[in-house]
């Protein structure tokens, strides 16, 4: 089973980015054999940036996409929503990537499940 979540919404100041992650690990931990990907575009680029840091006691969106990919699922960043950002690929955490409307068009055909958040 190969579930796609596309996320919009900044890392912060809404809870999307956070629940959409929340519902991609239980997912895996539910079924271990599912495959997830993570498509981050829009605001949501900024949520790929490596070395966020938060309070304590609050969530970290860095380490809760590292969760996914160590659950072997795919981090994936819209390339053109980095680049009106000013990101580049170096500031991105470990095991996520730039990529493309092509690329996310091909995961949603490819995709048993696609949730939008």
Known sequence: MKSLFIVNDPPYGTERV???????????????????TIFL?????????????????????????????GSKGVVLLCGTCMDARGMSETELIDGARRSSMDELAGATVEADRVLVF
Do not use: C
Request: proline residues 4%.
């Open 18 to 36: 956070y629940n959409a992650l929340r519902l991609a690990h239980a997912l895996v931990k539910r079924e271990p054999s599912m495959q997830v």
């Open 41 to 69: 575009m829009a605001d949501a680029v900024l949520a790929g940036k490596a070395q966020q840091k938060t309070p304590d006691g609050y969530y970290n969106i860095e380490r809760m996409l590292k969760r996914v990919v």
